[in-house]
């Protein structure tokens, strides 16, 4: 993934970016969200965490500091260094880099957690859930943000669209991106070895929560 048009948003820290997807949609960057503290519904994914968490396009750190708060071992991961920074200005314990480059304590992780659209991270939801499987403990889960039903699952390239500035361009660089949502969850998670162990829905945003099929 490209970090600069998220970098860009990041900085700004106000809304009035979006992420445009090459199928024409248009999803407004809740950056002033990213900047603030946990909401009730990222306060749900922290109530299902009860081990050392991975908080991966962390961003500023919003969720990785609510885990630290909450007594969980929380490390955040992105690979915009601004957004690296910022969280850990606010406490959070962050690391700058690609979450499919080693990271530490791989396979001993007792949850792994994408929000805000990161299942679209690398543009292959198939490959970023065999890395969150390799990165768990087998008794771990993946705890993940995902579109409403009906949308289904895209690919493509997705740009970050900024408020024109003089001197900055308006569409930042184009990069591989994915949506996938609460049924085409179920066969992306099956080809990797997960389950969908729950979906559940909190402001209008959904969820899912994937672990190893029982029995393994």
Do not use: K
């Amino acid at each position: 993934m490209s970090s600069d048009g998220f970098g860009t948003a990041l900085r700004d820290r106000a809304d009035g970016h979006w992420l445009v997807h090459g199928d024409g949609r248009r999803s407004r960057l809740p950056v002033r969200r990213w900047h603030g503290p946990a909401e009730p519904a990222a306060a749900d994914v922290v109530a299902r965490c009860a081990g050392p968490t991975l908080d991966l396009g962390c961003g500023p750190g919003r969720l990785t500091v609510a885990l630290a708060r909450a007594g969980i071992t929380a490390v955040g991961v992105d690979v915009c260094g601004y957004a690296v920074a910022a969280a850990r200005a606010r406490g959070a314990v962050a690391l700058h880099g690609d979450l499919f480059d080693p990271l530490p304590g791989e396979g001993r992780w007792a949850h792994v957690v994408l929000l805000d659209g990161n299942i679209g991270i690398g543009g292959d939801p198939v490959a970023l859930l065999r890395r969150c499987r390799a990165l768990l403990d087998p008794a771990g889960t993946v705890l993940v943000e995902l579109e409403p039903p009906g949308a289904g699952l895209w690919q493509g390239q997705a740009r970050v669209a900024s408020p024109r500035r003089p001197g900055q361009p308006a569409l930042g660089p184009a990069f591989r991106w994915a949506r996938l949502d609460t049924r085409a969850v179920h066969p992306v998670a099956s080809r990797v070895g997960l389950s969908v162990r729950e979906v559940f829905q909190r402001d209008g945003r959904w969820f899912g929560e994937l672990g190893m099929p029982s029995g393994e």
